[in-house]
Each structure stands twice: as C-alpha cells, then as structure tokens.
C-alpha cells in the first residue's frame, strides 16, 4: 500500500469558506459553473469548491440557532454523509467540529436550504477528548475526530444523530502512538481491518507524522504503525484537514 500526503490550500480555504468560518455559521451552497467542484461524500468538505465554480448560499444555520442550541462557533472542518434514519428515510448529514466550542455538530442537511441543528458532544462529556476538534471523518456508525489540544483521537457513536455519544479515544504516546496536535484523519479498510490514518506534527523538528491507529474496534483503538514525512512551515501546515492524505492500493 503506498501513502501519499498531499495538501492542497486551495481546497481547504474553500472548505473554510463555505463553513462560514468568519459568520459561525453553516452555508448550504447550490454549486454550478464549467468546473463546479463536487464534494465526496465521505471524508472531504462539503462545498469545497475549484476554480470557476459559482456558489450560491441557500440556507444558513448559525452559532447558537435550534432549541437546544446548535455548537459552530469557529467551525473547522465538515464531512456530509448519506444515511437513514430511524423511520428508513434517506437522509443527509452535516459533521461540523466547532473549535471555539470544543464540540461536534450534527446538522441534518436534507433540505440545504433549511438546515436543522441535530445533536451535538462537546468535550470532557462522558469522557470525550474534543479540546480544539481539528478534523472529522465518518464511516458507519462512528465519527473520528482528531483534537488539536487533546492530542487525541476521538471516536464518537453516531449511531443516533441526536444523541452522539463517547466510545473511546487514543491519546499521544498511548500505546506508542503519535498523535501530537492531530490535524487530519480519513479512515478507510484494509484486508478486513478498519484503519484510522492520522496526521499529526512534531513542532520541535517541524515534521508531519502520519500515525495508524487500528479501529476495527471502536471501542479499543490501537496504534498500528508510524512514519515521518516532510516538512512543513508555520503558513501551511494549517491548512490540512482533510484532504491531506490519499490512500492508494
């Protein structure tokens, strides 16, 4: 299997773009243009965005908006999954990590020009490490949160959006793992075994560390394997989550 890290400023300052980074708010953006750009729907921004796209806003959900209180103050990163819900509806979801709040958004984004806070976790409830959620990924049932402050991976049950729930994290030198200000992950299965692939950075050499944590099981995440790459400078490596890394193989 080959690993290659590839960051790309453009993609992520779009990203950040369409979270609204500046308002704390969430966009719904309908995308059209000669080379409208069209997010993944696991594990890469929703509305990122390439040259010559023409986005609209349709809807917005902001800091603080629903009955309980939607968390997107300094929202970082977003991922936008498919899933059913508990009546086999097809429905559409919005992850959103809130740096300022420390917590994890769910937002049901079916309907982009209404978008409805769902549930939320912030950090410390029940356990969970989520000082400063960098990135998310989703896969199944669970969310993988890299936290920048933690040094952490957090592994969240989303089995049910309104009601996220702490199953287990992975902390810096835990196991021998490296996960010292974790930026990005992405997770994907290999020869049957669930992988999480996390970037993280060495400050004092001023490397980037791609650590793999085992998550077949979500409730013990074990380190895997571990290489340095690279360098970074202190303008771009910022500026990773999540479509830092490309698994090939």
Not at 19 to 27: E, I, P, Q, R, V
Not at 102 to 110: K, R, S
Not at 116 to 132: F, P, Q, R, V
Not at 176 to 203: D, E, F, I, M, W
């Given at each position: 299997?080959?690993?290659?890290?590839?960051?790309?400023?453009l993609?992520?300052k779009?990203?950040f773009?369409?979270?609204?980074?500046?308002?704390?708010?969430l966009?719904?953006?309908?995308v059209?243009?000669?080379?409208?750009?069209?997010?993944?729907?696991v594990?890469s921004p929703?509305?990122?965005?390439?040259?010559?796209?023409?986005?609209?806003?349709?809807g917005v959900l902001?800091d603080g908006?629903?009955?309980?209180?939607a968390?997107?103050?300094?929202?970082?990163?977003?991922?936008?999954?498919?899933?059913?819900?508990?009546?086999?509806?097809?429905?559409?979801?919005?992850?959103?990590?809130?740096?300022?709040?420390?917590a994890?958004?769910?937002?049901?984004?079916?309907?982009?020009?209404?978008p409805?806070?769902?549930?939320?976790?912030?950090?410390?409830?029940?356990?969970?490490?989520?000082?400063?959620?960098?990135?998310?990924?989703?896969?199944?049932?669970?969310?993988?949160?890299?936290?920048?402050?933690g040094?952490?991976?957090?592994?969240?049950?989303?089995?049910?959006?309104?009601?996220p729930?702490h199953?287990?994290?992975?902390?810096?030198?835990?196991?021998?793992a490296?996960?010292?200000?974790?930026?990005?992950?992405?997770v994907?299965?290999?020869?049957?075994?669930?992988?999480?692939?996390?970037v993280?950075?060495?400050?004092?050499?001023?490397?980037y560390?791609?650590?793999?944590?085992d998550?077949?099981d979500?409730?013990?995440?074990?380190?895997?394997g571990?290489?340095?790459?690279?360098s970074?400078?202190?303008?771009?490596?910022?500026?990773?989550?999540p479509g830092?890394?490309?698994?090939?193989?």
């Amino acid at each position: 299997m080959k690993i290659l890290f590839k960051i790309n400023s453009l993609q992520i300052k779009a990203a950040f773009l369409a979270l609204g980074l500046a308002s704390s708010a969430l966009l719904g953006q309908s995308v059209s243009g000669p080379k409208a750009g069209v997010a993944n729907p696991v594990n890469s921004p929703a509305g990122v965005l390439t040259p010559g796209t023409n986005p609209t806003p349709v809807g917005v959900l902001v800091d603080g908006a629903g009955s309980r209180g939607a968390l997107l103050r300094d929202p970082g990163s977003i991922t936008v999954v498919r899933a059913r819900d508990r009546n086999n509806v097809d429905r559409k979801y919005a992850y959103v990590t809130s740096l300022a709040n420390n917590a994890l958004e769910i937002v049901d984004v079916t309907d982009s020009a209404d978008p409805k806070h769902l549930g939320s976790i912030s950090h410390g409830w029940n356990g969970a490490s989520l000082s400063e959620p960098t990135c998310v990924a989703v896969e199944g049932s669970y969310a993988y949160v890299t936290s920048r402050h933690g040094s952490s991976l957090e592994i969240i049950d989303v089995s049910d959006p309104t009601k996220p729930a702490h199953k287990s994290s992975l902390r810096h030198r835990e196991d021998g793992a490296s996960l010292n200000h974790p930026l990005s992950v992405v997770v994907a299965t290999k020869n049957g075994r669930k992988y999480a692939y996390v970037v993280s950075v060495v400050y004092l050499t001023k490397q980037y560390v791609l650590e793999i944590v085992d998550v077949s099981d979500p409730g013990n995440p074990v380190h895997h394997g571990k290489v340095s790459y690279g360098s970074f400078t202190e303008s771009d490596y910022i500026e990773i989550c999540p479509g830092s890394i490309r698994i090939v193989g």
